[in-house]
């Protein structure tokens, strides 16, 4: 079945640029979205179609997209940033994926 | 404002049927532009797809489900349902339903999502 890798961690200190990396065989054919979850919420988009952003998510989130990896890159990180974030794309049939997971520490 | 409020038992027993329903309000889930779909999360794991619904009827699943899987819609309620048949612990998750932006073909996401219900298979 396809998947989507997501590196399970990664640290930034308050105001670095943090970029949480997802790779997937489908990424140059399919979008990508990003959801952003904070402990006991539901998820939140945060992307939609690998680099818009919805109506009320600060600038400071951004998305790229590359090949076969598409990245999250979250600018100037506020440590409410501090979250899972999960990427999200489908295969060839439309079979809806999600990545694993990257939990984002703010130091 | 549109919002999505999952329902249902909280608790049910291995090899029976849990059952849940999504009520929308703020919007019709007749709009001819969504899918309306579930999701759910293990605890301390990940998202995984269920499946969706158009409010036609039409349905589409994920494989690894699609035999224990059924969906389906009251548009007179604004509600859509689900359930799950011959459950395990492994079914054992956070359930969360949500409006899904689809044509089947290239796009397809999540937004916004119901605040999720925690279903637990037990005896």
């Known amino acids: 079945s396809y998947e989507l890798t997501q590196p399970p961690s990664v640290s930034v200190s308050p105001g670095q640029t943090a970029r949480i990396t997802c790779s997937g065989d489908a990424l140059p054919k399919q979008y990508a979205y990003w959801y952003q979850q904070k402990p006991g919420q539901a998820p939140v988009l945060v992307i939609y179609k690998d680099s818009e952003r919805p109506s009320g998510i600060p600038e400071r989130f951004s998305g790229s997209s590359s090949g076969t990896t598409v990245t999250l890159t979250i600018s100037g990180v506020q440590a409410e940033d501090e979250a899972d974030y999960y990427c999200?794309?489908?295969?060839?049939?439309?079979?809806?994926?999600f990545g694993g997971g990257t939990k984002l520490t703010v130091l | 404002q549109l919002q999505l409020q999952e329902s249902g038992p909280g608790l049910v027993k291995p090899s029976e049927t849990l059952s849940l329903t999504c009520t929308v309000s703020g919007g019709s889930i007749s709009s001819s532009s969504y899918y309306w779909g579930w999701i759910r999360q293990p605890p301390g794991k990940g998202l995984e797809w269920i499946g969706s619904?158009?409010?036609?009827?039409?349905?589409y699943y994920n494989p690894s489900l699609k035999s224990r899987v059924t969906i389906s819609v009251d548009t007179s309620k604004n509600q859509f349902s689900l359930k799950l048949s011959s459950v395990t612990a492994a079914d054992t998750a956070v359930y969360y339903c949500?409006?899904?932006?689809?044509?089947?073909?290239?796009?397809?996401?999540?937004?916004?999502w119901g605040q999720g219900t925690l279903v637990t298979v037990s005896s």
């Open positions: 619904i158009y409010y036609s009827g039409s349905t």
């Open positions: 999200q794309s489908a295969d060839s049939s439309g079979t809806v994926v």
């Open positions: 949500a409006r899904h932006w689809s044509d089947r073909s290239r796009y397809n996401w999540f937004d916004p």
